[in-house]
């Protein structure tokens, strides 16, 4: 499908360069979007968690491949000195909040078997916060990363080869997060 008309959220059926993705007016419809509404960059593989993840009991898991993707990883906006050195080819997933979360997500799984990096950054995908950024956890080449967003809010988190790409499974968790007199 080409930008702006309706897509098939299974098969994600649309010209390259382009996501399937909620139509911004109705939580039933997807469109392809273009790069002024999905501003990820020409060429980005961009994964609607929503769409392409199986959730499980464990939580949310979302296959990626980066060997082919290209390394568009900008410099760091809050110091994670791992975005200038990672040179892999990287993908980008899209999450909303439903509610008030806390997200964690990991590619410490046993289908991700590559180096990786792992950041977020909200509400825009090229220039938007940093919230959070992880190379390597707990001893091994796979990284984790744990943030919070409100209801609502849009996270777009890059999975990043260190020097090469692969394939491999993302978790992401989620926590609703109630504030007082909720």
């Given amino acids: 499908a080409e930008p702006g008309e309706s897509c098939d959220r299974v098969t994600i059926d649309?010209?390259?360069?382009?996501?399937?993705?909620?139509?911004?007016?109705?939580?039933?419809?997807f469109l392809c979007q273009?790069?002024?509404?999905?501003?990820?960059?020409?060429?980005?593989?961009?994964?609607?968690?929503?769409i392409v993840g199986d959730i499980t009991d464990a939580g949310t898991l979302v296959p990626f491949d980066t060997s082919d993707a290209p390394d568009r990883s900008g410099p760091a906006t809050t110091g994670c000195a791992?975005?200038?050195?990672?040179?892999?080819?990287?993908?980008?997933?899209?999450?909303?909040?439903?509610a008030r979360e806390q997200i964690t997500v990991t590619t410490a799984t046993p289908e991700?078997?590559?180096?990786?990096?792992?950041?977020?950054?909200?509400?825009?995908?090229?220039?938007?916060?940093?919230?959070?950024?992880?190379?390597?956890?707990?001893?091994?080449?796979?990284?984790?990363i744990t943030f919070e967003l409100e209801a609502d809010e849009v996270t777009f988190i890059y999975i990043d080869g260190w020097a090469s790409g692969g394939t491999g499974t993302a978790l992401l968790t989620t926590v609703s997060i109630m504030g007082a007199g909720e």
Wanted: proline share 4%.
């Fill in 82 to 98: 791992y975005l200038d050195q990672a040179t892999g080819g990287e993908v980008v997933l899209i999450y909303r909040a439903a």
């Fill in 34 to 50: 273009t790069n002024e509404i999905f501003p990820c960059g020409l060429g980005m593989t961009v994964l609607d968690v929503a």
């Fill in 112 to 144: 991700t078997s590559f180096d990786t990096v792992l950041y977020t950054r909200v509400n825009s995908c090229i220039d938007g916060e940093e919230l959070a950024c992880s190379d390597d956890t707990s001893g091994v080449l796979q990284s984790e």
């Fill in 14 to 29: 649309c010209s390259t360069g382009y996501a399937c993705l909620p139509a911004p007016d109705s939580s039933d419809d």
